[in-house]
């Protein structure tokens, strides 16, 4: 049943919304969004959020505007919302994960391939297209999870939705895996970032189970998310087909344990 059907207050419905994906009101009041900063409580943070782009300061909310508005002031108040820029390079999505894995105790680094790294001897400073993603315990310190990824051919400039979903896709199936959370697309309008979202997986699938196909949580037909990110915009440029010799097309070879995903068994269905 969605969330409409059981409440008649939108703004206790979305804290309640947010528990389901694990955020309590503490995660809300250290969101991004500046209406936490001056609120005492998640519920006060939400109406200011909202007046701010659909109401008016200083009057009381309007709940049939908040509920019809709901999905979209609530994915952009998500707290661990992430995304890039168009024209920045894929490597920025998993750099900013770093944005938002604080929420589980983890924090990545992202090593460019202008800066060699001994453990992989192989990489060289020319070579143009592989990344290292490295997720670290905050408080140990510790290597949870490291690896090699590349995106090659990638999108151009225009389709760089496809590049940056690809690049999400190479995290889902790898670093993100092994932590229990996974990247999906957020069903809000285009603007300069490729909208996503970080979740924990096990919670994802929850939800689709009781809520149904990419979580239509608020109102019936109404979905949330894009899940799998191949439903958001395909990674056509990434097929089998388009695989490539990597020493050959760029004359260094590459660590053996580089994630492609081209190659990748686990995204063969994309294309089938």
Request: hydrophobic residues 40%; contains cysteine.
């Amino acid at each position: 049943m969605p969330l409409v059907e059981e409440y008649d207050d939108p703004f206790d419905a979305a804290i309640h919304a947010f528990e389901l994906f694990g955020f309590d009101e503490i995660a809300i009041l250290e969101s991004d969004i500046p209406a936490a900063q001056a609120s005492d409580t998640a519920r006060e943070a939400l109406i200011a959020h909202f007046q701010e782009g659909w109401g008016y300061p200083e009057t009381d909310p309007d709940f049939d505007t908040a509920w019809a508005n709901i999905e979209h002031w609530f994915l952009i108040a998500f707290p661990t919302s992430l995304g890039a820029d168009y024209k920045v390079h894929a490597h920025k999505i998993p750099k900013r994960l770093t944005l938002v894995l604080d929420q589980w105790g983890y924090d990545v680094d992202v090593t460019l391939p202008a800066q060699p790294d001994a453990r992989y001897p192989s990489l060289s400073g020319e070579h143009p297209e592989v990344f290292i993603v490295t997720v670290t315990d905050t408080e140990t310190n510790e290597t949870v999870a490291e690896q090699a990824l590349r995106l090659y051919p990638h999108a151009t400039e225009t389709l760089a939705v496809q590049d940056h979903t690809a690049a999400a896709e190479l995290c889902n199936e790898t670093v993100l895996a092994e932590l229990g959370l996974e990247i999906v697309g957020r069903r809000e309008p285009l603007g300069d970032d490729t909208p996503l979202l970080l979740a924990e997986s096990e919670r994802l699938d929850a939800l689709e189970s009781e809520y149904g196909p990419e979580i239509p949580l608020f109102h019936d037909e109404e979905p949330l998310i894009y899940r799998p990110l191949q439903e958001y915009s395909g990674f056509d440029d990434y097929e089998p087909d388009n695989a490539i010799d990597h020493k050959q097309a760029f004359g260094v070879p590459e660590p053996t344990d580089t994630f492609r995903l081209e190659t990748a068994e686990a995204t063969r269905t994309y294309f089938e």
